[in-house]
């Protein structure tokens, strides 16, 4: 990374010895490690998406929904616009059917639907492809900020001696990263 953190900041004192530092830090490393691998997914993996869920139990739109973002940590988010209309598209192809009580439809799968799920042999979109180069690649920036979030709470809560301790973590943790690097 070189120089791509500013170092007021981070010289001597530790992240207590200037707020702006510790916070222009900040910023540069969410920029870099905010942006989401795929958080826009194609219609195929919203497709993909609510079969896998409904050859587990059936559910309503919202469920499904939620249960996908529960199930991609957060990193993706159908949007009603594009849920509704995959479960109507299913619907029209046989492979789902809906039953309306309390107001909502609670969506299953036909036997059609069951058959077509078994014989896809397709994994869920959330689900790794078995690669740890796709696992790291949203696993490891994900560690990195928070540990920046972490980092950032004991520059402004902790004592003088807890951002020392902290200083000396993160240093110790960076030595020990590069390390992983070095191996053969």
């Given at each position: 990374m070189g120089n791509s953190f500013p170092t007021s900041g981070f010289g001597g004192s530790g992240f207590g010895g200037s707020a702006e530092g510790m916070w222009q830090a900040m910023d540069q490393l969410r920029s870099k490690f905010e942006k989401r691998a795929g958080t826009r997914m194609g219609r195929g993996d919203v497709r993909a998406a609510v079969l896998a869920l409904?050859?587990?139990?059936?559910?309503?739109?919202?469920?499904?929904?939620?249960e996908i973002e529960e199930r991609s940590g957060?990193?993706?988010?159908?949007?009603?616009?594009?849920?509704?209309p995959t479960l109507q598209l299913l619907a029209d192809e046989g492979l789902i059917s809906?039953?309306?009580?309390n107001g909502r439809k609670t969506y299953s799968l036909t036997d059609t639907g069951r058959e077509a799920v078994a014989g896809s042999g397709t994994s869920a979109p959330w689900e790794p492809e078995g690669s740890a180069e796709d696992t790291g690649f949203t696993?490891?920036?994900?560690a990195g900020f928070e540990l920046a979030q972490a980092a950032a709470q004991v520059g402004r809560t902790g004592t003088p001696e807890q951002i020392q301790q902290a200083v000396a973590a993160i240093d110790e943790a960076r030595r020990r990263i590069y390390s992983i690097l070095a191996q053969d």
């Open positions: 409904l050859a587990e139990k059936p559910m309503h739109g919202y469920q499904l929904i939620h957060g990193s993706w988010k159908p949007s009603a616009g594009s849920v509704y809906a039953e309306e009580s696993a490891l920036p994900k």
